[in-house]
């Protein structure tokens, strides 16, 4: 068994998309019509009412509106390969990684929004030596 440490770094770069959503509003005759609109103080109160959302607006909605959010990462993690001299590759990789942008990133309308994330993963790798 070969056991090893891999360490990564880089530049990041975050798309941030507004998120669209079609809402059930009412005119004067009370007959309703469905309007797409972006989160906002002033249709909070109707963009967070479940019962006046109809749907999404779909995933292009809001492209032109894209930013972007410079940042960087970092990946750390611990490698074990059973059989490294075989043909077929068993490896399993178990590690962290952590995003840091330049900026608040707007995930959750009702959240404390952050600039950095954390993740742990696990990598299981199978394969063939050519």
Known sequence: MAVGISFE???TLGLLKPYYLELTRFQDSARPRLSSE???DENKDVFLDITRIFG???LLKGVGQMSFVPGIHARLGTHFEWGAYEEFIKALEVGVMVDVFTRSIPL???QQNRPFFVNLYIT???GKRT
Do not use: K, P, T
Request: net charge positive; glycine share 14%.
């Open 9 to 11: 770094a880089g530049a």
């Open 38 to 40: 972006r989160y906002s």
């Open 56 to 58: 999404s607006s779909g």
């Open 108 to 110: 959750m309308v009702n």
């Open 124 to 126: 299981l790798q199978l």
